[in-house]
């Protein structure tokens, strides 16, 4: 495996001629905004999380929101929700297709904060075939609208271990064997996409393995194939894979699962900025700026809806 660093040289130089300085911070601390998470998924309950932004230099832990009147508003319906000590829940479950609006009050101050999702559907996807780490699958678009997608990748193995009479480990088909227990190992890989409709889209690019350009998560809109299928192949890392059975493990069976997720505008823009920040390690790039639609406040009211498809493996 070779992994391109082009910022190496520079970066020994830099190290080089560098050398370190404290600077007293001198600006005035910022009076706390209430900061919203809540990512709507169907057929689950509609949970808020709300707290108070800190100061950067403060080690202080986020302090929740307490005493806060919050609504949602969907389907032509409104939910009170209630605080159960870590999130607001609202007696709503979050239904396909829905357009949400949230609204939190604080009594006693002029805070309201307000934020609007639409739920999407859930991706109409399904296995093709897998062919030496190949994974090839049929996206179904919905058309006459944008939608807005994320791939990631996941190995999962079943691992059987095996213990004889004093609890030392065996193999589970040993005669010794007295005793098993079972796990599921869960490997994020990383994954190649040659698909120009896709790629040329917002992707996330992380590295470069063998000229091949590798994604954790591919982002991409249907811009080019509006209300069509695409047939979409991705190519898992052969590496990782290769590493992955050197480890031994006994297995009971393993397969690659493909995600699809269908985001709605606001999660679409809020992931995609946080998985290139998170990305953006080189200390000369400009960071990334965390999109954020909460009105009078920040954070993310933004909904998503997955599919998985499960590939077989050859390990």
């Known amino acids: 495996m070779q992994i391109k660093k082009r910022y190496l040289p520079l970066l020994f130089c830099l190290f080089a001629l560098s050398c370190e300085k ?16 809540s990512e709507p998924e169907p057929d689950t309950p509609l949970a808020v999380r709300a707290t108070y932004s800190r ?6 832990q986020f302090k929740p929101v307490t005493g806060a009147t919050v609504s949602i508003v969907a389907g032509g319906s409104t939910y009170n929700a209630t605080f159960d000590g870590t999130h607001y829940v609202a007696p709503y479950s979050v239904q396909q297709g829905d357009s949400l609006r949230l609204t939190l009050t604080i009594p006693q101050s ?16 399904s296995v093709i075939e897998s062919s030496q780490g190949n994974l090839r699958f049929a996206l179904a678009d919905r058309g006459g609208e944008r939608n807005y997608y994320r791939i990631s990748l996941q190995l999962i193995d079943t691992i059987i271990n095996g213990y004889d009479s004093t609890g030392a480990y065996v193999e589970p088909t040993s005669d010794s064997a007295l005793r098993y227990d079972t796990i599921v190992d869960v490997s994020n890989l990383w994954f190649s996409c040659s698909d120009a409709t896709l790629t040329s889209e ?3 690019i992380s590295m470069s393995i063998d000229d091949d350009e590798m994604y954790n998560s591919l982002f991409f809109t249907d811009e080019l194939f509006d209300g069509q299928t695409r047939n979409i192949t991705i190519k898992t890392n052969n590496y990782e894979i290769e590493e992955y059975e050197k480890k031994g493990y006994n297995t009971g069976g393993s397969h690659y699962v493909v995600t699809i997720e269908a985001l709605s505008r606001e999660a679409y823009l809020y992931e995609l900025s946080l998985d290139k920040q998170s990305e953006e390690d080189f200390f000369l790039t400009e960071p990334v700026q ?26």
């Open 55 to 60: 100061f950067f230099l403060s080690g202080a």
């Open 202 to 204: 917002a992707t996330s």
């Open 22 to 37: 404290t600077i007293d911070f001198s600006g005035e601390e910022q009076i706390p905004m209430v900061v919203i998470t």
């Open 110 to 125: 002029d805070t309201v904060v307000t934020a609007a999702t639409r739920v999407p559907f859930r991706p109409q996807a």
């Open 290 to 315: 965390i999109q954020c639609n909460i009105s009078g406040g920040l954070g993310i009211f933004g909904a998503k809806a997955s599919t998985k498809l499960l590939f077989d493996t050859d390990l």
